[in-house]
């Protein structure tokens, strides 16, 4: 009857644990190498994308070792973040002006670095592509250099923060110049992982991974009409970056001025457009279609 075939039914139930959920994660990116090298062209840059979008085991544990306020500070934070995602989470002691010992709590996005006080109050922010130089001369110190201010820290965690900050930006800027890019110095070069990005493998060379990064530098609700289309429609934007198309009676979202900004950069490191097809109509609210030519190639 029924109650045997719920109970044969609830017999059969597998029971997942967080633990089986880490222990998975951890095989994954022990054999990320062997799992490639099984896989067509195609599905290994998928499958690299979606381990990035993952991120590392040990970036993973490190948010298991922080406190139970710590956690709630950094949900709190992330939850207003609704196109990024932590890469890493963790305390360090950083160093003031004067040279004392300060307690936060460093969290890593795939477009930001924040340091939080104790409480929650975020003590500094930057956009990682504003990251001017990373120096870490000993296994356990750190400093990230900015425009506006320097974050210097210690922790056992500086490796996994040093790799965390470049997979960040080789994921969002692949194409970037090294002469563009955050100088890096680190001792001994060894503990810096080889990072290989696949983004440059997605769909119109990684346009909306790099475009989504400069909204959240610009403060731009990414359009997600033209994400869609960059994703889908790719192979018939080849060379051009035809804006205009988007303001067809076919999308309901036009591209509007202040979308621009960011469009332009993204397109500024990226390889894959070669020209831009652009035009601002009079009233400002939608794109016309003048042209403009010679807008990639990440120049």
């Known amino acids: 009857g029924a109650p045997a075939a719920a109970a044969a039914a609830a017999s059969s139930v597998v029971v997942v644990s967080v633990s089986h959920f880490h222990f998975f994660h951890r095989m994954l990116f022990q054999y990320r190498e062997r799992f490639l090298a099984l896989m067509a062209d195609a599905n290994a840059a998928k499958f690299g994308s979606q381990l990035e979008r993952l991120g590392s085991y ?8 922080i406190s139970k ?47 939080l006080k104790p409480g929650g109050a975020v003590a500094r922010e930057a956009h990682i592509q504003d990251l001017k130089k990373l120096v870490s001369m000993k296994s356990d110190e750190f400093t990230l250099v900015f425009p506006d201010f320097e974050l210097s820290g210690q922790t056992g965690d500086t490796d996994t923060i040093v790799n965390s900050i470049c997979r960040a930006y080789e994921r969002c800027f692949p194409h970037t110049p090294p002469a563009e890019r955050f100088a890096l110095s680190v ?19 990684g346009f909306v991974t790099t475009y989504k990064s400069f909204c959240d530098l610009y403060s731009v609700t990414p359009n997600a009409q033209l994400c869609w289309a960059m994703d889908h429609a790719h192979d018939e934007t080849r060379g051009a970056l035809d804006i205009t198309r988007l303001n067809s009676s076919l999308y309901e979202v036009p591209v509007t001025t202040p979308d621009l900004h960011a469009i332009f950069h993204a397109a500024r490191h990226n390889k894959y ?3 831009i097809v652009v035009g601002v109509g009079r009233d400002g609210g939608g794109v016309g279609g003048v042209e403009r030519r010679g807008g990639g190639g990440g120049g």
């Open 58 to 65: 040990d970036q993973k544990v490190s948010f298991q070792h």
């Open 273 to 275: 457009f070669t020209d």
């Open 187 to 205: 001792e001994p070069k060894s503990r810096v992982d080889a990072t290989q990005s696949f983004t440059a493998q997605e769909p119109c060379g």
């Open 69 to 115: 306020d710590d956690r709630r500070d950094a949900l709190k934070l992330l939850s207003k973040k609704k196109d990024d995602e932590a890469l890493y989470i963790g305390n360090v002691d950083k160093r003031n002006k004067a040279g004392k010992s300060q307690k936060r709590l460093l969290v890593i996005t795939l477009h930001r670095v924040y340091s």
